[in-house]
């Protein structure tokens, strides 16, 4: 099946840095990615949609600025937390589509990143 | 952001036994809804999805309602196993753009 790879799959960095996450579509071309963020025991979160070659749309409340968002081809994603705050430590994840989303089988999640920061 | 989080709730069930998951989805004109298994530190695993065309589908082992009326979707697990211990999700789509995390159960099953 459909593999995205995320990474890092954990990182750790101080305060004031910023940390780029990777989302690659290994086997099929993603028109579309999406990012969630999941705090421990919750659900995940919807941080925006990144469509190949365009700016990213971004959900209410989620800081474009802070979040930033790449998608320059249609295997990869990036999203990039900029000067990181204890407070943006969470687990991030994305997942690809294909042209035409039609089943849950043409959307597919990659295995996460976790993001702490001291 | 869309589907804010609270503490996850949980349920505990004997192995063997059988699992309802309920969820409740927010948009009446969603039209596609998903389940979503995860385990610890890892991504979405995908179970089984449900058009709103339909009230019912099966998949080995678990089983999916729809109810439109009250915006309600369960999942049934039958027999659960010590391997189904996980959180899992509902998901809905919304206007075939985007796709929105229900809160999430947590299930626990005991020996």
């Known amino acids: 099946g459909a593999v995205v790879s995320q990474h890092p799959s954990w990182v750790i960095c101080k305060s004031g840095t910023s940390v780029k996450i990777e989302c690659r579509s290994l086997?099929?071309?993603?028109?579309?990615m999406f990012w969630y963020r999941q705090f421990p025991k919750q659900s995940l979160m919807l941080m925006a949609t990144?469509?190949?070659?365009?700016?990213?749309?971004?959900e209410q409340g989620v800081e474009k600025d802070k979040f930033l968002i790449n998608h320059a081809s249609l295997t990869l994603s990036t999203l990039t937390v900029t000067s990181a705050h204890p407070e943006d430590s969470s687990f991030y994840i994305c997942?690809?589509?294909?042209?035409?989303?039609?089943?849950?089988?043409?959307?597919?999640f990659g295995e996460g990143s976790r993001l702490t920061v001291l | 952001g869309e589907s804010v989080g609270l503490h996850l709730p949980t349920l505990s069930v004997q192995e063997g036994d059988n699992s309802i998951i309920n969820c409740a989805y927010s948009?009446?004109?969603?039209?596609?809804f998903i389940w979503y298994k995860q385990e610890s530190g890892k991504g979405p695993q995908f179970i089984i999805d449900?058009?709103?065309?339909?009230d019912k589908r099966q998949g080995q082992r678990v089983t999916v309602l729809l109810n439109k009326t009250v915006k309600h979707l369960s999942l049934q697990i039958a027999a659960t196993q010590p391997g189904d211990s996980a959180v899992y999700f509902c998901?809905?789509?919304?206007?075939?753009?985007?796709?929105?995390f229900g809160q999430g159960t947590r299930l626990t099953i005991n020996p």
């Open positions: 998901a809905e789509m919304m206007g075939a753009q985007k796709l929105v």
């Open positions: 449900i058009r709103s065309n339909m």
């Open positions: 086997d099929f071309q993603a028109t579309t």
């Open positions: 948009n009446s004109a969603s039209d596609y």
């Open positions: 990144s469509n190949e070659g365009s700016k990213a749309t971004y």
């Open positions: 997942s690809a589509r294909t042209v035409t989303l039609k089943a849950a089988g043409e959307l597919f």
